[in-house]
Structures are given as structure tokens and as C-alpha cells.
């Protein structure tokens, strides 16, 4: 139960962090500039996601692992 919780939280972390990151790096279609590739705001989630989601499973897990320890 604890382990998905773990799961759960980093998954939610790990998404609003990636929409506030996907929401300051968008630019709006009445700023884009021609001949310059943009990514629609959806990737950008998908992407930032793509990078912090396993960043934030594995420090949950190993500092679950180190408090638990600690508690001993």
C-alpha cells in the first residue's frame, strides 16, 4: 500500500511540475515567429513528463528507503 502510494504522489508531483513547466515554456500562436518550430502544449507535457517522472519515482523510493531506515 505504501509503494503506491509512493507511485501515485510521484505521478502527481511529477505531472503538475510538468504542466507548470510546459506552461511557462509555451508560446501562444499570436507570438510565433515564421520559419521557427514550435511545440504545441500537449508535447511539452508529454516531454517535461518524459524526464521527471522517473526522477521523482526514484528519490520518492530511495527516501522512503532512507526514513525507513532512519526509523530503526
Do not use: C
Request: glycine content about 2%; charged content about 15%; aromatic content about 12%.
Amino acid at each position: 500500500m505504501k509503494i503506491r502510494m509512493i507511485i501515485l504522489t510521484s505521478l502527481l508531483v511529477a505531472l503538475i511540475f510538468s504542466i507548470a513547466l510546459a506552461f511557462l515554456e509555451y508560446t501562444p500562436i499570436s507570438e510565433r515567429q515564421d520559419e521557427i518550430a514550435y511545440f504545441s502544449f500537449g508535447s511539452l507535457i508529454i516531454i517535461y513528463l518524459n524526464y521527471t517522472l522517473p526522477i521523482f519515482l526514484l528519490l520518492g523510493l530511495i527516501i522512503k528507503l532512507v526514513v525507513k531506515i532512519i526509523k530503526k
